[in-house]
């Protein structure tokens, strides 16, 4: 089956630039004067929007190459694919040889979702849930929050991530870490991919987070974020695959914990720096590309690939901490109300990130795996000159190599899906992050307003927040049905379902 009207919609495409073909659900692109370039993939549900400014963002992300050597290899697209600010389209994948792409990952490095699962039914939480939400929100929105920590320990949250925090902590505690159970935050660290650490330098942080002596009161850390980022309370109300479920201790009826959170102000302050970079290094007598997206080749300047890969680790580590604190908060405010809840990790994984090209392993989700792109990153990262020359960058899709989690969610008025995946070899072993938008902020602020509850899909939503504009922006009607971005990954065979959790409230900073 075809979608309606193909026809006309491929004439249109055309006369923007694109040549674009259709097959089973997948739509083919390239720009048709960069015939040289490779055709980017982009998997949609039939009934879904085709967006042509997403597509020549991604025709525009494929045809990238670098003057001294480097190319794009491979693009595709996962389902939740809609435009992107940047000039790069959310849900796009590249594989990249000789160069990488800075701003193909963004500002929001290493954005991601963590999934946490607690033995609490739903009538237990929702007896003390006016108490739990008023010390979430002191947290979340009013800095009631203490994340202080030592210079010593910000130093190695920047150059290790999670371990080195951890390290630091169990030395000397500081903050609301003090009540935690650091032994319980250590073993949950094989549940964050790679560990929740990537070979960053302290010294790329920005200035005023790092010091030699002192605490660091660091405002940004430990926040939710604006945009689609939040913390939500969900539901664990159906269980697909039991096998793996129960591996991962995840059952009907728990209550579920599911934060979406990224790098803050780090990301933005590295991102942007290395765009900048990246434009600045540009052969000084050669036209800027059109698509003003400018990679850093290996060949001409690799002490900068080395640079960059290592500050954007450096933010990574910074996320991945964020995470774990936005988590520790609440686990903090749930055994205050609820007493003895122990609230374990899931997973924890990104999805806005550039990590090396796997070739010569076996695509499966083991430590192998995670220790062998570990040491790819650490080998690039202190030498230009060695081997390494392939990455996979992407920006709004997550990793699902087989038998790894996947974390989908919906909107804060749908399902969200804990997956398994596949390692599928033609999505660049990868899986969306989300439903993806079907309507911009903009158009929701410009008319959500006017529109009722019913018609932005807000009836019957717990949405905890300080800003009604951002509940507006953020209702289920700006966003495409979670539950066909699914369907077409399974079948396409990129991920498989184990369970699927209902959202009870969220908190929108």
């Known amino acids: 089956m075809q979608p309606k009207n193909l026809k ?14 259709y097959s089973d659900r997948t739509y083919s692109v390239r720009l048709a004067n960069s ?14 929007p085709v967006e042509a400014k997403a597509l020549k963002q991604l025709a525009n992300l494929a045809s990238v190459r670098h003057p001294s050597g480097g190319c794009v290899c491979r693009a595709c697209a996962t389902p939740d694919f809609h435009p992107g600010d940047a000039g790069v389209a959310i849900g796009s994948v590249v594989e990249t040889v000789g160069q990488v792409i800075p701003s193909a990952v963004g500002s929001d490095i290493n954005c991601g979702m963590r999934l946490h699962v607690a033995d609490l039914t739903i009538e237990e939480f929702l007896t003390k849930r006016d108490q739990f939400v008023e010390r979430m929100k002191g947290d979340y929105f009013f800095g009631t929050r203490d994340v202080t920590m030592t210079a010593q320990a910000m130093r190695a949250l920047f150059q290790y991530g999670v371990p080195g925090w951890l390290d630091a902590m169990l030395d000397r505690p500081t903050g609301s870490v003090v009540k935690s159970d650091l032994q319980q935050l250590t073993e949950e660290s094989e549940r964050i991919f790679l560990g929740g650490s990537m070979n960053g330098n302290w010294k790329l942080a920005p200035e005023e987070l790092v010091s030699d002596v002192g605490l660091v009161r660091d405002g940004g850390l430990a926040t939710i974020g604006g945009g689609n980022h939040f913390v939500e309370v969900q539901r664990v109300d159906k269980v697909e695959n039991r096998t793996l479920a129960h591996a991962w201790g995840v059952r009907e009826g728990q209550l579920a914990f599911m934060i979406h959170s990224g790098s803050r102000n780090v990301g933005k302050y590295i991102g942007g720096m290395w765009r900048d970079k990246a434009k600045a290094a540009w052969q000084k007598n050669l036209k800027y590309p059109d698509s003003q997206i400018f990679p850093l ?25 964020n995470r774990l604190l936005l988590a520790e908060l609440l686990r903090l405010r749930l055994r205050e109300v609820y007493k003895d809840v122990e609230a374990p990790l899931v997973y924890d994984l990104p999805h806005n990130i550039t990590l090396p090209q796997i070739e010569d392993v076996e695509t499966s989700y083991t430590m192998s795996l995670q220790s062998k792109i570990q040491n790819r990153s650490t080998e690039r990262s ?10 996979v960058t992407r920006k709004g899709a997550c990793p699902a190599y087989a038998g790894q989690p996947v974390i989908i969610p919906g909107s804060m008025g749908d399902y969200s899906y804990l997956m398994v995946g596949r390692g599928n070899p033609a999505f660049c072993n990868s899986a969306s992050h989300g439903a993806g938008r079907l309507r911009s902020r903009f158009d929701l602020n410009r008319r959500g307003a006017s529109e009722s509850e019913a018609e932005l899909g807000l009836t019957g939503v717990d949405c905890i927040t300080l800003r009604e504009e951002r ?10 049905p979670i539950q066909s971005v699914i369907d077409v990954q399974v079948a396409a065979g990129m991920v498989d379902v184990v369970a699927r959790l209902s959202p009870v409230l969220t908190f929108k900073a």
């Open 471 to 480: 509940r507006i922006e953020e209702a289920p009607a700006a966003y495409k």
């Open 297 to 321: 080749s290996t060949s001409s300047h690799p002490e900068l690939v080395a640079s960059y890969l290592q500050a954007e680790a450096t933010a990574a580590n910074y996320g991945f901490v």
């Open 35 to 48: 015939l040289d370039a490779p055709v980017a993939e982009v998997l949609l549900p039939e009934d879904f």
């Open 382 to 391: 202190r030498s230009p000159k060695s081997k390494i020359d392939k990455w």
């Open 8 to 21: 006309r919609l491929l004439r249109a495409l055309g006369r923007q630039g694109l040549d674009v073909t």
